[in-house]
């Protein structure tokens, strides 16, 4: 069945290659790549640690689109594996690793930019540092703007210390796609492994969108364009009482001008909530118009059938318009005529 | 208008008087009540700290009668202000708080048991004392079950320490009542303090529920009898990913027998969410039949009005019927014949 062209907003890539620990091997968590049969399969290691089989898929236009087609999807924008984001190295060699993997995307794109957008990385550890990097982001690296841990190195992004990152994404337009990343609640749950990634990651991700509204950043930078993975985890019920508190004390003693719902209708959220009942509460309570289709392409836990999804989810109010491809362009920044996501795929 | 009795399973008490700390002032932590005009104003001391302002409606059976007849109200579950668990303060005066706390409101629901059912505190600091001291809430002091926080000192409810406990609440038919007490995310948001009422409490319960679903208390404990302050917090956007990760493991490699939304259904939810669109998801996706009315009488983020908050999302589907007494009753282990909760209250 034809359909508008989909525009997947959250889809991972790891280079095939990673550049060697510039001090030669005492950077314990320094991410590398090792191939058995790359096609099938390779590991990738942080440091010594093995942490994620991956294959092809994360690095390979052509193998991508494969996929995509098979899946209708007619645009990727691609982002780093979330651990790649390295908030937990020295500012220079993150500065390092971020720019080969924002080099790597750029080149992704540019093999195929009728199907690919970029999401880089800048090294959020030194707030400073990130802001002058991501002044280039577009131009260096062809990128339309850059993928943010849930939080860095243990600060939700609402921390003042961000804003100098927060001024430059605004002036150069670029889209902030936020994924969770290391969640602060995993201390917590030692005791209960299963619950860091079922559990932690959703949480981690709701907090930081919360930060974000309740430490005004939108208030500051309100020409921001912020995204979150995971339909912003959390969020939702957070909101609710965050509403209510803010009705109840009069804007919390007037420190929010705007009511937090006011704010949270102003992020995009992806749609890999994995219950249409659930989307359908984010595309008509939370966000109306701002729902992209999200899939975690090519990892365990991602959407099937992405199409079949929101066929089932288009049956509610307020999410079938604009989750195609109009709230992804909104979000990314770009426009109906830019190269990718033009072209109808059929399955 | 008419409407079918109400009970309110959230509703706090602190009484009047507290027992002196039995070291003479050692324990940092012991609460007391001190009183300026009582009827309208005290102060609530966590040892030398002012924790809240109170006043009669904490303690008062004819008071809190006034303000239910005005809502509407037939009767509450009366649980102790959650501070008063004091699962920080060590065991044996722990023991001696907790049978203070648990007279008091075991008096409250003895002097008007057509408006009252009580809801203790045991000691979990130490599991196998509270399990023990459990045993004799209904006979010693005619509680119907026992308030429990969402961490007991860090560790979360599904932790197999607590078995015990767990053990005797479910031969002894006793209700659970799990409140957001001291969330762990506090450490966390130092720098965000707004977000510790607003977002810490309701992740915190989530968390809470998530690790008893995943760490099969459930499956320990068939008859347990669980009821979620807030709606079980931020459990729905976790749960719809844990029940998707479920089925995409073989049932997490065969570790849970039935998948985390079978379990979630069997839990109870109190209605304080501030969202009629997100009660109806629960009420509908959740736990169709198992939410209640809570309020957090006599509270600041109290639920207003509750009953035309309820004849508001009575116009959605699965929320009307068994939310005025029905699931109250099924949760608190009391039949229709019991003696509190008959009578339609008009405001």
Not at 67 to 73: K, R, T, Y
Not at 132 to 140: Q, S, V, Y
Request: proline share 8%; glycine share 10%; net charge negative.
């Amino acid at each position: 069945m034809a359909h508008p062209p989909l525009i997947d907003v959250h889809s991972h890539v790891v280079p095939q290659e990673l550049p060697a620990d510039p001090t030669g091997g005492a950077i314990g968590a320094w991410p590398s790549v090792v191939c058995e049969a790359c096609r099938t399969k390779a590991q990738v290691f942080m440091g010594k640690r093995p942490f994620r089989e991956i294959d092809d898929r994360s690095w390979s236009p052509t193998r991508r689109i494969e996929d995509m087609d098979q899946d209708g999807v007619a645009a990727q924008a691609l982002s780093p594996m979330p651990e790649l984001l390295s908030y937990w190295l020295d500012p220079n060699p993150a500065l390092e690793l971020a720019r080969h993997v924002n080099g790597a995307i750029g080149q992704m794109v540019a093999a195929r930019p009728d199907r690919f957008f970029g999401l880089g990385t800048v090294p959020l550890q030194d707030p400073e540092l990130a802001a002058k990097e991501a002044r280039d982001l577009k131009t260096r690296f062809g990128l339309t703007g850059v993928e943010v841990g849930s939080n860095v190195a243990g600060a939700y992004l609402g921390d003042v210390r961000f804003d100098p990152f927060f001024a430059v994404c605004e002036a150069e337009g670029l889209a902030i796609f936020v994924h969770s990343l290391h969640p602060l609640q995993a201390r917590d749950l030692s005791r209960h492994p299963m619950l860091v990634p079922f559990a932690g990651f959703t949480v981690d991700t709701g907090l930081c969108a919360a930060s974000l509204i309740m430490d005004g950043v939108l208030e500051r930078f309100p020409g921001l364009r912020i995204g979150f993975s995971h339909g912003g985890g959390v969020l939702a019920p957070l909101l609710h009482r965050m509403e209510f508190g803010w009705g109840s004390t009069n804007g919390f003693e007037g420190k929010l001008p705007q009511s937090p719902k006011a704010y949270a209708r102003r992020f995009f959220y992806d749609s890999l909530v994995y219950d249409e009942a659930y989307l359908e509460h984010l595309a008509t309570q939370i966000a109306p118009g701002q729902i992209c289709l999200g899939t975690d392409y090519p990892y365990l836990i991602q959407q099937p059938d992405p199409r079949a999804f929101i066929e089932g989810g288009a049956a509610r109010t307020g999410v079938s318009d604009t989750i195609w491809n109009d709230a992804a362009r909104r979000f990314l920044g770009v426009s109906e005529t830019a190269s990718a996501g033009r072209e109808v795929n059929h399955g």
